[in-house]
C-alpha cells in the first residue's frame, strides 16, 4: 500500500466518525440529513449499489476526498467490482475535464487502500 495516501485516508474516516458523534447528538439539521442520506441510498428504481456508483462519479466532479472514501467504500460494500467504480470515476473525469484527472487520483488511491485490506 505504498505511496496510496493512507494515512490521509485514515484520517479522513476518524474525523468523520467523530464529526458524526459530535453533529449526532447536537444538531438536529444533521440529524435530518442523515435521515435523508439513509433514504436516498435505500434501494429503489435503482440499487443502492448504482446510487453509490452514482456519488462517487459526483465526488470527482466537486473534488470531495471525504465524499469519495465514503462512497467508494459504500459501494465496494454493496458489492461494487473495482471495473463499475472506475468507470464511475471514468464519468466523474467526464463530465469534469481536466480537473476530475486529479480527483480520480485519489480516488484510485481510496480504492486501491480499501482492496489491498
Avoid at 32 to 56: C, P, R
Avoid at 68 to 79: F, L, P, S, V
Avoid at 83 to 91: L, N, P, S
Wanted: proline fraction near 1%; include cysteine; aromatic fraction near 8%.
Amino acid at each position: 500500500m505504498e505511496n496510496l495516501d493512507v494515512d490521509k485516508i485514515k484520517q479522513l474516516v476518524k474525523t468523520r466518525k467523530k464529526a458524526h458523534s459530535f453533529y449526532f447528538q447536537k444538531s438536529k439539521v444533521y440529524q435530518s440529513f442523515v435521515d435523508m442520506e439513509q433514504n436516498t441510498y435505500k434501494d429503489g428504481h435503482l440499487s443502492k449499489k448504482n446510487k453509490e456508483l452514482i456519488a462517487i462519479g459526483i465526488s470527482v466532479v466537486i473534488n470531495c476526498e471525504s465524499c469519495m472514501e465514503w462512497h467508494i467504500k459504500q459501494a465496494i460494500d454493496d458489492g461494487a467490482s473495482d471495473e463499475e467504480i472506475i468507470e464511475a470515476i471514468e464519468v466523474g473525469i467526464e463530465m469534469s475535464g481536466g480537473p476530475g484527472t486529479a480527483s480520480a487520483r485519489f480516488a484510485m488511491n481510496v480504492l486501491e487502500y480499501y482492496r489491498a485490506q
